[in-house]
Nanobody
Framework: QVQLVESGGGLVQAGGSLRLSCAAS????????MGWFRQAPGKEREFVAT????????NYADSVRGRFTIASDNAKNTVYLQMNSLQPEDTAVYYC????????????WGQGTLVTVSS
């Protein structure tokens, strides 16, 4: 059974940092793209960043580029999202997701971790 378990969310002041973790288990992710998405209150879920399971080809939303860094640690079966210079508009539930490189849709999702940035 595939599981993606996020952790690391919490309350932080504007300008602060958090690191989110996504522990992946239940299958091989060698041909997978790992992604972070977020959903703010009253808004639709949006793309944040993606990376190949191998750690190559990071990609970022314009709103987070230069502040967030996505990384994959295969030895720990974990994907990270380092978030710096956090702003109140980054407040959201952050979700980890995975999809095969052969598919268009993300078919595995975590339950999310809440990030709250106070001004």
């Amino acid at each position: 059974q595939v599981q993606l378990v996020e952790s690391g969310g919490g309350l932080v002041q504007a300008g602060g940092s958090l690191r989110l973790s996504c522990a992946a288990s239940g299958r091989s992710f060698n041909d997978y793209i790992m992604g972070w998405f977020r959903q703010a209150p009253g808004k639709e879920r949006e793309f944040v960043a993606t990376i190949m399971w191998s750690g190559s080809s990071p990609n970022y939303a314009d709103s987070v580029r230069g502040r967030f860094t996505i990384a994959s640690d295969n030895a720990k079966n974990t994907v990270y999202l380092q978030m710096n210079s956090l702003q109140p508009e980054d407040t959201a539930v952050y979700y980890c997701a995975a999809r095969s490189i052969w598919k268009r849709e993300y078919n595995y999702w975590g339950q999310g971790t809440l990030v709250t940035v106070s001004s």
